[in-house]
């Protein structure tokens, strides 16, 4: 076997020369993958596109135009320009990151119709109008490694925060450690008591049963069997007065609901939450708001790259290139011409740009128009914290079956002057009625609804300590049109845009299986460099 060691008489590149003369240039290059020297075709593992690649192939990197943006249009520039990718990234917006969008102080946003607001938050409060949390196991926290984001806990469950169920008769507010406490403790006498009188019998041994037993009475906080299992409350609910020094013990909270009252409560759906995949605990957010990941991508590629105020009009490909035409910021119609293209634009607002990719590929986008999510949400800024003063909420987030769905309390600046609620997140539970009712009122008149039911769960202090607020519809945002799109799995047309239409690309979190999360926008892009990168130094 030929030796290509560092130290051979052999080098690298001419082994390469003749493989690549001997096989041509696919062979060379999955060669070159198999020596650690180039990506290869592994979907469980990316490798980013190196200078290395490029100078041991003898090939030159191509031109690229992005179109978008957004994460997924800036993680194709980046990862391409490690390898000297000359890439050019066109933004309609006038700012970067998509729906990233994070609201400060001084932050004006004009929405479709006309309506402008402007942030006037005190100090150092925002809104995180998009995406808010990052689960740990996604690949956006890689992303804020690499590129020096730094992040910190984002409470996604608070035992603290409370739940309400207006319409199943509810008449007050309850912690979340209560509900959940009264939930498990009753299911856990339900199912000791069958467990005991035989009804698994056929199920369970006879080990397998006092095992059971013994897990469902620490699980349920119930009694043991000559108490009859039976669930009596205790200090998991939460106490009426804390434990203290010397002979205060404390009040454990009492009365306990009966069973009918805590099933017909349905608070055991707001807790269901907490055991899905993507939303369990820990998560986290980048310190400072969640458009610090775009401001990074976009400084690791270089200003100079990025044209904002560019919206696309038009896309033409031919055999050798690309002509991408687009209204400039100045107003005056201008070409982008390329090697390749990456669209990582919106898929319904792409399938309304003249293209010649062919009807196939009109008619996939265009599937998508139908697929929209209406969801939105709205910052409350108040002149106090009293959520934590008064309630003793750190972050994490009340539950309702109220149209303002939720309310997220802040995860940073605890113990601060001031503070940003979000009053509502209306659209992210399949509620799009909800969404809608709040995409067609003006903004004042969002918040004004909001308040009114925030003061159900807290009281006047939702209304009175209220100092301003900043609203985001998505469908109502330019350039967007959509919080976020549900992809037509398993059909011809998403698998088709997840392939090349000649030398166009396509890209963003609508061609992955998380939709709606920066991660799909994340591994959506990798996996597009990676094939474009691929066919570049085998073409």
């Not at 994460?71 to 990151?97: F, P």
């Not at 932050?107 to 100090?123: I, P, R, W």
């Not at 769905?405 to 009053?423: A, E």
């Not at 845009?497 to 992955?512: E, H, I, M, Q, T």
Request: with cysteine; glycine share 12%.
């Amino acid at each position: 076997m030929m030796d290509v060691s560092e130290g051979s008489g052999i080098s690298r590149r001419r082994f390469l020369s003749a493989v690549g003369a001997a096989g041509g240039a696919g062979t060379m290059f999955a060669t070159m993958g198999a020596l650690g020297l180039a990506p290869t075709a592994r979907a469980d593992t990316y490798h980013p596109p190196r200078r290395a690649d490029f100078a041991l192939s003898g090939r030159s990197a191509a031109k690229v135009a992005v179109l978008g943006g957004g994460i997924a249009g800036l993680t194709c520039a980046y990862e391409l320009g490690k390898a000297g990718y000359d890439c050019t990234v066109l933004e309609a917006q006038d700012r970067i990151g998509g729906r990233n969008f994070t609201v400060r102080n001084g932050t004006e946003y004009t929405e479709l119709g006309g309506v402008t607001q402007v942030a006037e938050f005190a100090g150092d409060g925002y809104l995180n109008a998009g995406p808010a949390r990052i689960a740990q196991w996604m690949v956006t926290l890689d992303y804020c490694r690499e590129l020096g984001v730094p992040i910190e806990v984002f409470t996604n469950t608070n035992a603290n925060a409370f739940t309400y169920n207006e319409s199943a008769g509810m008449k007050s507010p309850q912690r979340h450690r209560t509900a959940k406490a009264d939930v498990h403790g009753y299911v856990g006498e339900l199912l000791a008591k069958a467990t005991d009188r035989g009804a698994l019998d056929a199920e369970l041994t006879a080990a397998d049963k006092e095992r059971l037993l013994d897990f469902l009475q620490d699980w349920g906080t119930i009694e043991e069997r000559n108490g009859g299992w039976r669930y009596l409350g205790g200090p998991r609910r939460g106490f009426s007065v804390n434990p203290g020094a010397g002979e205060n013990t404390g009040t454990v909270l009492e009365p306990v609901p009966s069973l009918s009252e805590v099933f017909a409560s349905g608070v055991g759906s707001f807790f269901s939450f907490e055991h899905d995949y993507d939303q369990a605990m820990q998560m986290f957010q980048p310190v400072g708001g969640m458009d610090r990941i775009p401001c990074a991508l976009a400084e690791a590629i270089g200003t100079g790259r990025i044209r904002t105020g560019s919206r696309v009009t038009r896309i033409t490909a031919g055999e050798h290139g690309v002509a991408v035409g687009y209204r400039a910021a100045d107003g005056r119609d201008r070409e982008l011409t390329a090697d390749y293209c990456v669209a990582a634009l919106p898929p319904h607002l792409l399938a309304g740009i003249p293209h010649n990719l062919g009807v196939e590929v009109r008619a996939a986008l265009a599937t998508y128009r139908d697929r929209l999510v209406p969801a939105g949400k709205i910052g409350l800024e108040y002149r106090n914290r009293w959520w934590e003063t008064d309630h003793r909420i750190y972050g994490g987030i009340t539950w309702t079956d109220l149209d303002i769905s939720t309310i997220w309390y802040p995860s940073h600046g605890h113990h601060g002057r001031t503070g940003v609620l979000v009053g509502y997140q209306s659209g992210y539970r399949g509620d799009d009625d909800r969404a809608v009712r709040y995409e067609r009122l003006p903004p004042k008149e969002r918040e004004l609804l909001a308040v009114a039911q925030g003061v159900k769960i807290h009281g006047a202090k939702f209304r009175d300590e209220l100092t301003g607020s900043f609203s985001v519809a998505w469908r109502r945002a330019p350039h967007i049109e959509t919080a976020w799109t549900s992809p037509p799995y398993d059909t011809a047309g998403y698998r088709l845009l997840n392939r090349p239409a000649g030398r166009v690309y396509f890209s963003g979190d609508w061609l992955s299986h998380l939709s709606s999360w920066q991660a799909g926008a994340f591994e959506s892009a990798r996996l597009v460099v990676a094939a474009l990168h691929r066919r570049v130094l085998s073409a």
